[in-house]
């Protein structure tokens, strides 16, 4: 399985946003040692792009990504 997406945050919130992104990022190469997880940021003066791919999950995560996908979103537009 495969995760991709992008979410934009903006001056106030990035900091917190890369925060969650990185802590994510790390506890899926816990959870799924196999898996292959990439977190990249196109910093602007006001306002940050970041973009996260993960490849190499098992199907079984599939669920848990959807929702976590979901409290990602909603922490970027809510800051």
């Known amino acids: 399985m495969k995760v991709f997406f992008?979410?934009?945050a903006g001056l106030l919130n990035r900091g917190s946003v890369r925060t969650q992104l990185n802590n994510?990022?790390?506890?899926?190469?816990?959870?799924?040692p196999e898996c292959r997880v990439l977190l990249t940021e196109d910093k602007?003066?006001?306002e940050s792009k970041f973009y996260f791919e993960a490849n190499d999950l098992p199907d079984s995560a599939k669920s848990h990504m959807e929702k976590w996908l979901?409290?990602?979103?909603?922490i970027a537009e809510n800051y």
Not at 24 to 32: A, V
């Open 24 to 32: 994510s990022k790390e506890k899926l190469k816990y959870w799924y």
């Open 6 to 8: 992008e979410i934009e």
């Open 44 to 46: 602007t003066l006001f």
């Open 70 to 74: 979901s409290d990602m979103k909603k």
